[in-house]
T-cell receptor
Framework: QKEVEQNSGPLSVPEGAIASLNCTYSDRGSQSFFWYRQYSGKSPELIMSIYSNGDKEDGRFTAQLNKASQYVSLLIRDSQPSDSATYLCADGGYSTLTFGKGTMLLVSP | SQTIHQWPATLVQPVGSPLSLECTVEGTSNPNLYWYRQAAGRGLQLLFYSVGIGQISSEVPQNLSASRPQDRQFILSSKKLLLSDSGFYLC???????????FGPGTRLTVT
């Protein structure tokens, strides 16, 4: 049974700072990872996918994957109050995803 | 572009009543379809997934069932709801052979 672990938070950062969200996964053979953003009362929205070791950047978001350490992270630069949400990390398998329980991010003005 | 619809948006049902939630996807063919439940303060729990018409895989045994009568339609049902069935029900789709999943707006179910 795959597991994805995330710190539940909340992670509090001031506006303009870099927010760093992390997760670890149990399956050493996993190849694909995803970050979803979920605003309170809304459904999750896919914001980043990463399939290979290293960094992947998209605007203010950078996903990092370290397969040797079984570690995935999401960096949000120039954090805005609108980034306040719960961020879910997911491990992709054959036809299914295994989700962590999410980290709540609070960005204060 | 692809669009996923779920209805109803909210639902309040008494214990022991039946349930039917519907999800449809537009703009893609032969998608993988998924039903998840998110209980208050808990993570996403995969309930069912389908890789084709009539093909349903159940992840968690409970009093729920799923059907896929058409390529882009996925239905979640129950004959008798329990209090523990309350939660946020999410339908998602993914491309066949792909890994990414995209969620619908969800149905918030309260069983009283």
């Amino acid at each position: 049974q795959k597991e994805v672990e995330q710190n539940s938070g909340p992670l509090s950062v001031p506006e303009g700072a870099i927010a760093s969200l992390n997760c670890t996964y149990s399956d050493r053979g996993s190849q694909s990872f995803f970050w979803y953003r979920q605003y309170s009362g809304k459904s999750p929205e896919l914001i980043m996918s990463i399939y290979s070791n290293g960094d992947k950047e998209d605007g203010r978001f950078t996903a990092q994957l370290n397969k040797a350490s079984q570690y995935v992270s999401l960096l949000i630069r120039d954090s805005q109050p609108s980034d306040s949400a719960t961020y879910l990390c997911a491990d992709g398998g054959y036809s299914t995803l295994t989700f962590g329980k999410g980290t709540m991010l609070l960005v204060s003005p | 572009s692809q669009t996923i619809h779920q209805w109803p948006a909210t639902l309040v049902q008494p214990v022991g009543s039946p349930l039917s939630l519907e999800c449809t996807v537009e703009g893609t063919s032969n998608p993988n379809l998924y039903w998840y439940r998110q209980a208050a303060g808990r993570g996403l729990q995969l309930l069912f997934y389908s890789v084709g018409i009539g093909q349903i895989s159940s992840e968690v045994p409970q009093n729920l069932s799923a059907s896929r009568p058409q390529d882009r339609q996925f239905i979640l049902s129950s004959k008798k709801l329990l209090l523990s069935d309350s939660g946020f029900y999410l339908c998602a789709w993914g491309t066949s052979g792909g890994y990414e999943q995209y969620f619908g707006p969800g149905t918030r179910l309260t069983v009283t």
